[in-house]
Each structure stands twice: as structure tokens, then as C-alpha cells.
């Protein structure tokens, strides 16, 4: 994680990137951002409390950059209930139960966020060291991701109401239309290339070291599955063919009674055959779009019934480094996942501290996702980066793209 | 469920029940009311709702009552939404998930009680039938119970948050104090003796028809089992003594790690070495009052290892009713558990229509409680009162009394 | 307990018993004695077991009986293995891996069953006690009850195996053809009738004292309820129509799909609609028999649909002692659900020691059955007899008879 | 799947493999052989009739092979009961159920055996055609994976027996003494090198396609971790210290409530500190042996202790193929996990048959283990072959080697 950054860079993003958080509470009311419909997502205000927290506790308790004591810890249970998972931190409210912390409120928490931005805004007019830089810098991407997953996480929970309530009413209408792209492939020569990030500027650790992989000749999609393609395949019995399907992913089409995407319904008329809800609420199937909301089981038995199948992380950095004109929808659109499982670069070292939790210790059963989504922060992706999910989650903005 | 009621105290009733359930409410936020910390309890804005939906679907919506269908359905959602169990109504949100719904918001559901107030109050204007007076009653009887479970409900729910919150700081203070009660024991004589209501004012269908029991001689405890008592059955091994107990009751106790009564900690010295969580937040353990927050199958235990045993209902309600003023505790203390499974009384019988679901197909596995507790409505409870729960639920206001 | 048996009564039955069991254990490999299809049910093997480890644990093991050591103990382990529910004895095995025990053999098993034979044989021969008679019928009928679970457990077993093997193909050829019985009713009147066991022969301690219970006027059903009239049932939707059932009896049939009784199959046309299975595999169904493998919820929800209800405990023993020969199929068909829940008598006390466990601490949650089934050994049941099962359990060879 | 075989070498190596089998089972009773101890083994019963069912079923069964009817199916349902997982053949008895089929009993399946291999014996004298033989093969080759399991599994089944009955009291003593290994590790360069299968004699598709692979320079230790080492992480507290662990590892340490290997106890005098549970019953630990019955998690948190790190499966093969003199204990030994997870090979394609499922469907989450372990068939591993199982598994003769 190094990073080289001028001292008003890095006040812009700091507060450019707390503030972005702030204005996705906006359409939410207390309660919205008190539920937590799963174990594995989060309320809202846990989102906005924890994101604080991580600049708090690695930053603000850090004697290196606190000598003087200048900002006192705002509370201590709050390195209980923020904490999300770092071991070296210690004890921490177990993930099922954050839906149930009614209390601090809301506005005690939004009073939270206010100290710990002064504090640090104080604290890089001291002056900016190397390691607080990077700490700052870490923070805020850290805050990007939370963004995203403060976005997946409020539609999963507002999608187990009945109503079926928006978020926000026009939340696509500011992103671009999808344009249809044409089904081609792209062709790529067997060679060693350089994986992983070799630049000065920000990356996460799971991005290095930067390493040699031998390709074999791939071809790769131009472009996303459509849900046009999808309905082709739940038209042809895909979800109910167990040939398509991985051992583990048609145990899980089984028991979860798969039959479409996540958040698709077959629908009243007036959507059409099927709909899907989103962010804006339920609306009809846009049959140009990207399909969305799929598993990687999904996507995996998908490419079996073309004929294809998924590309390995290192043919897609390969093919998006390559920047042809002809590959889209690469960025800003939908997460696509790969046939990688989610492991360590060769030669992969976590750092000392318990930012070291950071990714290392994730590494067993996922798989990596490239590119990003419409919900991503600005900036915060690069064709080096590596999401990451485990094969049967859905609520991510997730797709594919195929190869050969 | 005969009633005999006049317009006007119909429609005081009516106001001060409603009025008191909103003033349950005052001390918590919309989060507060929002959580929901287990599948068998609701988040508080559910009762709200629910209570309000009983006299909109029972009265309102029935033609007999409005025939000119002079108010029109709050919000079809609603009867999906606020139905608690009535098949006869129809398909309904599944418990576990009413802590989901964030929307429709506090202030809706604020309105939708005020709305439904008004259409009330305007029928009794029109004329108060016996049919009409009847459902009133039972609504105003129903909100009562569930004003109890408000308040059990959201003691349970900030009971998971690790800070402990109260509820409200000084509830207790407005109760009367406990005085302790000596060990003694008042003793009745056999013979058959008349079990059930019989009076021309209100009473659930459960405590009809009024019948004979044969009772043997017995001896009734004149007060509640006490803090210090108990604290003499944990120090004695109680909790670890699989001889004490019913063998569901010693699976459970293993299960659940059961080592004291629920809400109780061992803690740190400023409150002794025990203490309690309780409406008012965590307090040193008061040893002259009764017991709290005990299982049916704690309660039985208990009475074993004392070398006694739980009154039957029928002996409860026998001495209840001899009105001797050894008798102390009946009732604004704790539920009181019994030694009866909740069954049917010899010719009782539902009603037919809807409300008929109230009270008949919960007769299994249950037990009885007699008397009632502190957060009894005002009132709400008589001798021939039948309160009931499953041998291992704690979180209602439940303690013992003993007998031989 | 009392008793009172001479010397060669209780020979002869001991050794009858004994050799009963071994009787039945005859159709079966020993493959089949091993395996165990479910947690509350136990492999053939076990029973043959633990019979005789009662017999040895309490009375060879007796310091009273064995006071010379006459007999050792045949294997340290045995206590642990075939331990049923003793917390007195200590641990044990959960009844969950009694399936799991392939070693010691079946012939260790039997060579076991013999070595305690001679051992109780011998000890009868040195004098009989009271204490000694008292704990030897105890055995005898602990092993008759274990020989009908011996057959509703092998029963369940092999019902496991898609080939639907028999227990033994003219299993019901021995016993009596069931003659149809005319749909009537019997009626009594009110009183005031002793209840439980008054005699100076053999009963289980939960049919005591003795006791006054005052019963309402009420009508019996001459016979049970039969195929033919579950057929009924079953094409009026009973199985779909949660108005007819007790909220946990509903939840139940959801979480189970229960659609007819268990070992019904909806079949091939040799059989008929509907094939059942049994200890002569599968069979048609016949119309006359009384229905079987029913449960307490299935039972309850049958009475409520014919506006009938299921007779209490009381009322079926008053109705079973009067003798009138209009009643029939009271003993060696089915057992009878009734409508009352398995709690103590008034009075009751269960002994002192270890054996004190055997029946009293099961009285929780479960429902008492009444007469006997053709698979109930001779002698064994009388009409204070008390079965109990939990009311969603379905696998005895349970029926109903209805009251009003 | 190519193979080259005379037809006597597979005749010899058919009789050979079938008879060891049964050879195995030589220790066993009917009992032992009928018992399941979870969902994930199988009845040794069910290892000798599913084998049998492969031939049947692949070859016998196939019209090309069988074109005159001379073997007529042995039985309908076996096709049901003795599948494992073949979808393409149909629905097949649940695997948790296999320890309830006491019948075909064992008497029946070893008929089985006979009559389906005097049929294999008859069609391979009629002549030998590449696809036969190679059906024929394969078939062997998956008799020796159920070689292993039936040793695994029965090992598992009988460790639930609190008794720790052993196998077969000298198993180990047929096996050679392991000398101790120093700690040492040879070390390798960076290259691209040849990694999969490309000989003419049998693989499993999962070993193909041949391909390049990058491998960085490495070091790769000459002997495994022995049981002496492994008490030392114990000592540290290895399992006690989340920072060592994966998080999914974790989890599973504190789920299971890890302390030790599976099979490992602590124990009394005789056994020393530590005892170890195998095949010849409960033994003191040898501290020169590898350890076994790890899981992956736990060579993964031993490594990350030592600073070292698992090789990669294209280490291990690579290292494996230069036959370097220093690098010991490579097969016959124990399983040694790699680091990385089991994916399909650049290229790989399933054939296009039932056969296709045997290896690909399996393909997520779980990790290549390389080597071959004491228990593994003669002849059956290579340097190419891939094993595989899920990261918490440990009932595997499982071990590691470290790399760096």
C-alpha cells in the first residue's frame, strides 16, 4: 500500500468521499437505516458509524499520529459495536445482531462522523507523513467500498418488505442508458504477461505483488450477458437442468429454489412477463441491460449452456490492459465475475498491523469479480482490482462476461 | 363474551386505552420501535399498528357495522401487513419479518391509529348494538394485552444491546415498593367447587363455561417466591441438578445454558453479585422482591426442590377468590405460573366467526398463569383471568407461588 | 408399585417375557437390529439390550439383592451403552448414535440376555421379597413396553428403504380380522368418579392415587374411527384447511406436508388409491380397519371437523370400567388419543430412587393414549393404563375415538 | 482417458482389485459394514455395491458392450440405491440415507459382486475394443478410490463407537516403520513449466490437458510435518490465535471447538500425553510420523505460524517430477494439501457421457491434495494426480509439507 499524495488531494477526497456517504443516507428515514434483513448485510447507520470508526481506530487511537492525546476516543463501546471483523482489535457485536442497536441514535451517530472529521481534517493540517497519508488514503477507499455495499445492502433489506419500496425514485435516470452491444468476440495470443499492480499510486494489498502468469490464446466477449441472453437460458430450462450446474451450485439451485435472478419476479401486466426491483423500485425488464443480481453458480452454468465459459481474472486484466476499442462495458456497470478462486498473488504479504485483516484472511472459497458497477465511487476501480464474493451470493451488482 | 356496556364508558374506555398505548410509546425513537430481536416477539410500531388493524378489520370493514361504508380501508397492504394469526382473514407477513418493515413509516402508522379512532368513535355516536359493544370491548381488552406485550417486547429487544439502554429511567418508581412476604401458607379444605366466569361483564371465551371441579385438600402459598429464595436454589445447584427438573425442562436448561433467571447478570461490584435488567435498565438485584423473568419449567424445578409443587389453576382461582387476607401478591405483582396445561374448559366453545381464532387453537403445550403483573393494564385482569405461554418462555413478567 | 406374585407366577412370566422378546427379534439380520432411521426411534439391537440392563442395573447391581457379589457385572461399558434416560445411573450414549453401536455383536448382545437370565433366575430361587417381586415386574413389563417399540421402531426403520421390505409377511394374519363397527354412541352422566389404579396387582406409578374427578355429562363412541372415514377426511380437504387445526398441529402440517396418515402412499393400481405400509409391507388399504399412525394434531382436527371432540382421560376410563358391551375396540387395536394432557395425578409421588425416573418427568408437552394396540403384549395394559406420546408424533400405532 | 492395455494385464487387474476389495472387508461384521456415522461417509456395505453398480451400470448396461442381452440387469432398483451422484442416470437415494438400507443384504450384495464380475470376466475374453477397455479401467481405478474410502469411512464410522473398537489390530505393523525426517528444504528456480498429464496410460480428465504454467522460484521441503511439530503449534496455541487462521477457518476452529487433529485425545497414562484413534484402535501418538487427519484450514494456520507457506499444486508436481534424491515421503505416505483450489485445467473439457461427471461438477471450493497416502491402492497415484476435498475436512489420511 504505498501512496504518494499532495496534502490537498488528499483533504478533497477525504472530505469529497465523506460527504458522497452522507448524501446516500439522504432518501433514508431512522428505521430504514435500522433494519438488517441477513446476517451477512448491515443497517445503514452501521455503515455510517463503522466507516468512522475504521479512521477513528487506526488513525485518531494510533499514538504515532496522536501524541498529544488531542482527540479522546468518542466512546468506548463503539470499538465494540463498529468493529467488523479485526481479530486484533478484540471482541466485537457479532454481524447478526447490528440491526438491533437502536441505540446510539442515528443523530449520534451523524455527531460521531462530525468529531472524527474534524479530527483527522486537524490532523493532516499537522502535516502529512508517509504512513498517515497511506492510513488516510486506505480509509478512504475503505469508505468507497462501504458506499457500494451501503447501496446492496439497503436494497436487500428494503426488498424483504411486501411493498416493495424505492430508495430513490429516479436513481438510474442519472446513469447512462445501456446501449445494446453486439455479441463478438475479441482475440487474444498465448504469452507470459504481468499481473497485478506496479504503480506509485493507491491499491489494496491483495493487488500485489505484481507477477508473471503464462495465457493460453483466449477469445473475449465484447460485451455483458443481456437479459435478453437470460431469459433465453431460463427459457431453455437452464435452472432446472442439473447437467449446467457445478455439484454445489444446483445443491444450491435446489434449496433455494432458484429459478431467476435475485430481485426478478414473473410479474402483473403492466411490467410484462417479468420484473425486477431495484433501487427505483420494481419496474419492467429492460431486455438491453446487463442481467444483474446472478451467483456465480449461476454465471458459471450459463457459460456451460453456451458452450463457453467465464475468463480467468488474468485474461480479463490482460484484455482490459489492452484497451481495444472493441471491449465494453468493462467499468461503471456491472461487477463481472471470473473463473478465479479468490487465493494469494504469489508471493502476497498482508501488512504487520491489524490492517492486515484487511484481505488476506478472506482467501478460501470465494471468487474474484473485475471490472465495477453504476454503484461504484468514482475512481475507486482500476484494472487491477479484485472484488471478491463467495459463488452463491446474488445481492452484488453482479454479471458476466463470457470467453473461450 | 357477553358485555353490557354504556355508550359513554365505552367511549372512555376507548380513549384512555388508546391514549395509554401512545403514551407507552413516548420514551422510544422510530429505531427503538423499528427492532425486532426474536421470531416471537414484535417491534413496537407492530403493536401500534396491529391494534389499530384489529378494530379496522373486526368493526370497521364488517358490513354490519358500516354499511354505508362510511370509512373506506386505510391501506390494503394493512390486512397483510398488521394480521397477527387470523387464517380466516388471510395470508399475512410472517412474524420473524415485522421487524423488516420500515415502511409504512412511525408517522403513518400514527395517522392509520388516529384515522381508525375517529371512524370508532363515530359509530358509537350512531349507536352502540350489543354485537357493536361486544367487538369494542374485545378490542379495548386486546390493545390491553397487547400494551402488556409492548412493554415485555421492547424490554427484550434493548435487552441485545450491549449498553443495556432503559427504557425509561424512573418506571419503577411509580409502582408501589414490595413489601417481603413471610413463608407461610393458607390452607383450603376439598369439595367441588365452580371454576370460570359467570358474570355478566366481559371475559375472554377461554374462561367460559363456568364448570365443576373436584379439588383435594391443598395449602396456597400466601406470597410470591422471592430474589433471596431464588438466590438460595442457585447457590444450592439448582440449575445443575438434572433431578430437579422435568426432563424438556433439563434438555432446555443444557440447550440455553440456563444458570439464573432471564435479565439477570453476575456483575460487577457496584451492583452486588448479582444484577438485573429490568424497564429501568441494569440495577442491583432487590431481594424481597418476587422472582422475575422464570420459565414454567425453572418455576416447576423450583417447587420440587422446596419439596412442593405449582398450584393447579382451579386451587388458584378457589383461593383467589376466598378473598382471605393472607393472601397477598395475587395480582399487579408477576404472572403467577401454574401447574395446568391450557386446555379447554368441559363445553367450551369458540365463536364463529373470525374472533373465534382468539384464544382456542392456542390450546397446546401451553401452561397457565393466574393473577397478573405490574404492566397489566389497568383493570384488564380478574380471578377467573387465563394468561398463557410455552413452559420455556421467560420474557413475560412471570414468577411463582407455591403450594402443597 | 405393590405386588404381590408368587414364586413360579413370576418365574413364568419373567421367562415368557424374556423369550417373547427374542421371538420377535427373529424375522430380523442382523443388519436390520443395527440400523436406526431417526433420533427418537432406536435400533432393534439396542432394545434387545437394554431390557436386560434394566434387570441388571437395578437388582443385580442392587447391593440388597446381590449382596455376595453372586453376580459381576458383565462389561463396565454396558452402562454407559444401554443407559436409556437414567440421569440417577449417570451418562450414556445419545440416543442419537445408539445406531452407531455395531460392536458389542449381536451375539454379545445374546450371549448378554442369557448371563442375565440365569442370574434374575437364580435370584428368584433364593427367595422372593417384596422389593424383589416389586423391581422383577417392573422389568417384566418395562420389557413388554420395550417389545411394542421394539416393532413400532423396526417398523419406522424399515420404512426408510425405498423397497418397503416386511417386518414378517403374515405379521397380521395372527391376529384377528376387524369387524366393521356401526357409528354409534353411548352416553353418561355426570359425576363425581374415581380415577386410577386401586388395586393390590401391578400398575405404573403415574396411575396413581387414586382420585375424584368430577365429569359432565357426556357420549362415547362405540367404536374408532376407521379408513374409511379418514378417506372422508382427507377428499373434504382437511389437510388444507388451517381452521380445523390447533396453531401448532397447522404448523406442523406445513413444516411436514403431511397429506394422510403416516405409511399412506397415494400407489400403484394393484393396490388401490391409496396403499398403506406395515409389518407386512406394503398392502392395500383397508376400509373397515381404524385408521392408524395418525397423530394427537390429526386426531384433534378429525374431531373438530365431525363437531366432535376427543374424550378426556377420565371420561374414556369411566367409560372403559362400565363394561357395556355396546363399546368395543377398547384394548388390542389401537391406542385411543384423548383430549387430556399427560400430567400427574393429584397425589402423586414417584419412588425415591433411580426407577423414580421412569415415568414422572416425562409429564411435559405430551398427551395420554388409552386401551392398547394388537402389538401391546398380553396382560400388559389395563383400563387405568396411561400411554403418552407428544402430540406431532406419529409412528405408535395410534387412532381415535370420539366423544361429544 | 486413453489407455493401452493387453487383455491379459486387465483381466489380472481387474481380479486383483476386486478381490482386495473384498479383502478389506474381511475385519468387518454385517453390522459394521451396515453403519453411517454422517451424511458425507458410507456404509462399507454400500463402497461394495456401488463398485460393483459402476461396472453394471457403465458397461454392462451400455447396448455398444452388451448388444445381445447376455447380461440381463442384476436388479431395478440398485440402479437407485448404489448411485452416487450421476444425474444423468437418474434420481438416486439420498446419501444420508445409505446406513438405513439393511436390505439387499451383505449375503446379496457379494452375489451381486459375483454375478457382475463373471460378466465383466466373459466380455472382456469376447475381445477387447479401446472403449471397453478403457470403461474397463477406469472402472478399476475407481474401485481403488473406494479402496481408500472404505478405510476412511470405516475408520469414521467406528471412531462414534465410545468402545474405540479397532479395524484390524496390526494394520500398521504390514506398513514400514517411518523414519524421521530432518527439516530441511531443497530449493527450485523460476521457469514455465509442463504441468498435467501426457503419457499414454490412464489418468483422470482431470489431470488434462498438459499445459505451461510460471513458476516462481521456491522451496519446497524434503519431508512432512510430523506429529512432534505439530504439538509444538498446539503448544503455542495454534488453535487459539484467530490471526493465524483464514476467517472461514476460524469459524469452523471455534464451530467444532477444535484443539487437536480429528482422531487425536487426550488421554491417560498409558497412552502418554496425547493418543491417536486409527484403523488398529486407540494407540500412543508416534511422534516421528507425519500427522494426519488435518484439515486444510489447519495446514493452512501451521504454515502461516511457521512463516511458511503450502507449495502450490504446480509446485508440488514440479518438484515431485524432478526426482530430486532429498524430497521424501512424496507417496504412500499421507495426502499433502497444496494451496490451491481445485479448478479445471486450461482447456479442460469433460467427456461427453455420464462418465463426464465424475470429476468436473466438483470443481468449487475445494483444494488439490497431492502424494498418495498408506492406504492408497498399488499403482493407483502418480505425480500428476489430483485429489481433492473441502477445506474442513479431516477424516482423509491428510497431512502437509511446507514450502516457501
Known amino acids: 500500500m504505498q501512496a504518494k499524495y499532495t496534502l490537498s488531494s488528499i483533504t478533497q477526497a477525504f472530505i469529497a468521499t465523506r460527504s458522497h456517504t452522507l448524501s446516500l443516507a439522504a432518501p433514508l428515514s431512522e428505521a430504514d437505516m435500522q433494519i438488517q434483513s441477513d446476517d451477512f448485510v448491515s443497517p445503514s447507520k452501521w455503515h455510517l458509524a463503522h466507516t468512522t470508526w475504521f479512521f477513528e481506530e487506526f488513525i485518531l487511537k494510533n499514538l504515532e499520529f496522536n501524541p498529544t492525546g488531542f482527540h479522546s476516543l468518542f466512546s468506548e463501546p463503539y470499538r465494540f459495536l463498529f468493529n467488523s471483523y479485526y481479530e486484533t482489535i478484540g471482541a466485537r457485536l457479532p454481524q447478526k445482531n447490528r440491526g438491533l442497536i437502536s441505540r446510539p441514535s442515528l443523530q449520534e451517530i451523524l455527531n460521531y462522523r462530525q468529531v472524527v472529521d474534524k479530527a483527522i481534517l486537524a490532523l493532516i493540517e499537522q ?35 411486501p411493498l416493495k419500496p424505492e430508495y430513490q425514485s429516479h436513481f438510474f435516470s442519472k446513469k447512462t442508458l445501456v446501449a445494446p452491444i453486439k455479441n ?31 495465457i493460453a490464446p483466449f477469445k473475449f466477449a465484447d460485451g455483458l450477458v443481456t437479459n435478453a441472453d437470460w431469459l433465453n437460458f431460463i427459457e431453455d430450462g437452464g435452472y432446472n437442468n442439473p447437467l449446467l450446474w457445478l455439484a454445489d451450485g444446483w445443491k444450491t439451485v435446489q434449496a433455494s429454489q432458484w429459478q431467476m435472478p435475485l430481485y426478478w419476479q414473473k410479474s402483473a401486466d403492466s411490467l ?50 489492452s484497451k481495444m476499442p472493441e471491449i465494453l462495458q468493462l ?74
Request: charged share 20%; net charge negative.
Open 127 to 161: 502535516g502529512l507523513s508517509d504512513a498517515l497519508a497511506s492510513l488516510i488514503v486506505l480509509g478512504i477507499h475503505h469508505e468507497q467500498q462501504h458506499q457500494e455495499l451501503f447501496l446492496t445492502d439497503i436494497l436487500f433489506n428494503l426488498s424483504h418488505n
Open 272 to 321: 410484462g412477463e417479468y420484473g425486477r426491483y431495484s433501487l427505483d423500485g420494481l419496474q419492467p425488464l429492460n431486455l438491453s441491460e446487463p442481467v444483474c443480481h446472478i451467483s456465480f453458480f449461476e454465471a458459471d452454468a450459463y457459460a456451460r449452456w453456451c458452450g463457453k465459459r467465464l475468463p480467468t481474472e488474468a485474461e480479463w486484466e490482460f484484455a482490459a490492459a
Open 184 to 214: 463478438s468476440f475479441s482475440s487474444f495470443k498465448a504469452g507470459l504477461v504481468s499481473i497485478g499492480h506496479a504503480h506509485d499510486d493507491f491499491c489494496f494489498d491483495n493487488e500485489l505483488p505484481q507477477h508473471q502468469v503464462f
Open 331 to 404: 467499468y461503471s456497470e456491472r461487477w463481472q465475475w471470473t473463473a478465479s478462486p479468490y487465493i494469494a498473488y504469489p508471493g502476497f504479504k498482508p501488512t504487520a498491523d491489524a490492517v492486515g485483516e484487511y484481505n488476506g484472511k478472506f482467501m478460501n472459497g470465494q471468487y474474484v469479480l473485475r471490472g465495477s458497477s453504476f454503484a461504484t465511487a468514482e475512481g475507486h476501480a482500476r484494472v487491477t482490482y479484485r472484488n471478491f464474493f463467495y459463488p452463491h451470493q446474488r445481492w452484488q451488482f453482479t454479471s458476466l462476461r463470457l470467453a473461450e
